[in-house]
């Protein structure tokens, strides 16, 4: 009999927190989980934890292929009717799954569903957002972002005036902990693995919307999550959250998009550096500027 759910755990580094992640799976009051990790030619061998896991389904990918990627290898084995993202860096109370799944099987109307979460201090975790538009593109990481954060495009992007406290339908949320319906994740076709580490989940959650499969946060279920433990260990990650960023706004707006993200970025470098030449800081207002070429080949290795 196949699962309810199937969960894919994406792992690049950090195993000894997949260990963690893996035995508050074990521990799961669903019955029949279905655990599929997907190791992306890990630097760190994720092969004595999974010796410990033997319940736990393993692909090796031959390459380091990315976090959009690496997830959809996963979900080409899964067999359950609903499907989980999961990361590694991640713990979940023995209930968590059960609840989750209950509750799609109640509310027809939901596409998916997202629980709270909390760092390992207990501070909640703001993981869903609104969708992206051409002001968010223009303003995101801008030098209006670093002079007024609490611009009201910002502001609403980030959800920033709802306290992720209360039950609510959200347009983003992350693939850190999402449980969604087998339909849902295949009309939308999986993540895009052009978006290599960022905003893949962003976009899957665009197509389910676009398809009619909207997401429901419920904060009556919690877990812990470290919060970007592998991204830290990527020694490109600046650069590949602004290459992802580009591609994603290429992709929805075309070269308006592409042309957001790059104001975006040259308005905060040029202030930071017109800030420093004030100051007479000349090395460090040529390192900003340098910092800034670095950055916009970003773009060019990232052209749609």
Excluded at 109 to 136: K, M, N, S
Excluded at 196 to 210: E, G, I, P, S
Excluded at 224 to 245: I, N
Excluded at 250 to 270: D, E, F, H, M, T
Aim: hydrophobic share 40%; net charge neutral.
């Amino acid at each position: 009999m196949p699962p309810r759910v199937s969960i894919v755990i994406p792992v690049y580094n950090q195993v000894e927190l997949l260990a963690r992640c893996l035995e508050s799976l074990r521990g799961q009051t669903e019955p029949g989980l279905q655990v599929i990790v997907v190791d992306d030619r890990s630097p760190e061998d994720p092969t004595p934890v999974l010796r410990d896991h033997e319940w736990v389904e393993v692909i090796r990918l031959e390459m380091n292929s990315g976090y959009a990627a690496a997830n959809n290898a996963g979900f080409a084995r899964a067999t359950g009717r609903f499907y989980m993202w999961l990361n590694s860096d991640t713990e979940l109370p023995p209930d968590a799954v059960q609840r989750l799944a209950d509750y799609l099987e109640a509310h027809p109307g939901a596409g998916g569903v997202a629980p709270l979460h909390r760092d390992t201090q207990g501070e909640i975790q703001r993981t869903c957002y609104g969708f992206p538009d051409l002001p968010t593109g223009a303003l995101w990481d801008s030098v209006v972002h670093l002079l007024r954060p609490g611009h009201p495009v910002l502001r609403k992007y980030q959800l920033a005036d709802w306290d992720h406290q209360s039950e609510r339908w959200v347009e983003h949320a992350q693939t850190s902990c999402l449980l969604v319906r087998r339909e849902a994740y295949e009309a939308a076709g999986g993540m895009d693995p052009r978006l290599f580490l960022f905003y893949n989940d962003t976009d899957v959650c665009f197509q389910m919307a676009r398809k009619g499969y909207p997401i429901r946060f419920i904060p009556d279920v919690e877990i812990h999550h470290h919060g970007g433990a592998s991204v830290k260990t990527f020694d490109r990650a600046e650069a590949q959250v602004l290459g992802d960023r580009y591609r994603y706004y290429r992709k929805w707006y075309g070269w308006r998009g592409g042309a957001a993200v790059r104001l975006a970025l040259w308005s905060r470098i040029g202030y930071e550096a017109l800030v420093e030449f004030a100051h007479l800081n000349w090395r460090f207002a040529w390192s900003k500027v340098r910092r800034g070429l670095r950055m916009n080949q970003a773009f060019t290795m990232t052209r749609s």
